[in-house]
């Protein structure tokens, strides 16, 4: 089992920047690709940026602004938003997946509670 507690969210004005973090539990954690999604109202759970061992994959829609890290040593996993525009507002989550590689929702089997972020115009 894992369990993923993600913090770093808040209201934030358009252009502004936002770092969101994920600790994880468990012992394997560097095995696991690990993403980050999110849900704006009314609208479906979408993948913003995932990472495993071989590189980095983020969405069309935040690439330039967005970078994802982890450190394995402190089993946490990061998203830096910069530029942050109003549609970035949402509740963001972090996931992990058994998989050495993930980018769709149901190949992730764990999940945090999110947090959310609202941007300003």
């Known amino acids: 089992q894992v369990q993923l507690v993600e913090s770093g969210g808040g209201l934030v004005q358009a252009g502004g920047s936002l770092r969101l973090s994920c600790a994880a539990s468990?012992?394997?954690?560097?095995?696991?690709?690990m993403g980050w999604f999110r849900q704006a109202p009314g609208k479906e759970r979408e993948v913003v940026a995932v990472?495993?061992?071989?590189?980095?994959s983020v969405a069309d829609s935040v690439k330039g602004r967005f970078t994802i890290s982890r450190d394995n040593a402190k089993n946490t996993v990061s998203l830096q938003m910069n530029s942050l525009k109003p549609e970035d507002t949402a509740v963001y989550y972090c996931a992990a997946s058994t998989q050495s590689f993930a980018w769709k929702l149901y190949e992730y089997n764990y999940w945090g509670q999110g947090t959310q972020v609202t941007v300003s115009s």
């Open positions: 468990g012992r394997t954690f560097s095995s696991y690709a």
């Open positions: 990472i495993n061992r071989s590189g980095t």
